[in-house]
């Protein structure tokens, strides 16, 4: 399996967070979770990112043992992570956001090229290449976020709330942006949304995640029509 989530219990002081979920993703597949908020998605991505440590279980990715390595080196294995909130570096311009997300990388054509990839999927981060990135709008500042981290040329990028505080209108842009990526660059991802309806339409798989367990799962087509899922989280 290409990357493979096994049992997994995280806590935060006394408190247990996630309590042995387990999941996988094939290569170039999309999976979701959804749920409501402090279920433990975020917890779930960080974790895997290694900003948060594991209690237990068990985090393999492309045949290695990713349990316990630090952030920087599951970034320079392939894993990026777009955190919830567009955290920008507000007083660098856009062009040098995106350059920060490629600091690990030595070889500048390919970077150049890379860029231009960037643009492609986002071309108002080109028009806006100069500007300094406090100053963008929140979907600009997702759309920055997002193509820092494919500079570092990830081959599974965790997604958080990337549609949180978006105009209808930026949100079909972001989600366009996501089948784009996946399907041009065979970047695998796991997409954390409250945006439900949204998540399980992008994906192949969802999860439902509440109180730190997985209580479902299955194709999200599938999810899509659970009644449990329609009453809970599809507004009925």
Sequence with gaps: MFFEVKDIVVHYDRTMALKGISLQAGEGEIITLIGANGAGKSTA?????????????????????ISGWPPHEIVSLGIAHVPEGRHVFPYMTVGENLLMGAYLRKGKTEVRQD????YAHFPRLKERLKQEAGKLSGGEQQMLTMGRALMATPRLLLLDEPSLGLSPIMVREIAKAILEINAKRKVSMILVEQNARMALKLSSVGHVLETGKIVLSGPSQ??????????AYLGG
């Design 45 to 65: 991505l960080r974790t895997i990112s290694g900003l948060q440590p594991l209690t237990a279980g068990e985090i393999w990715f492309d045949g290695k043992k």
């Design 115 to 118: 860029l231009e990839r960037i």
């Design 222 to 231: 599938d999810l899509l029509k659970n009644d449990h899922v329609r009453r």
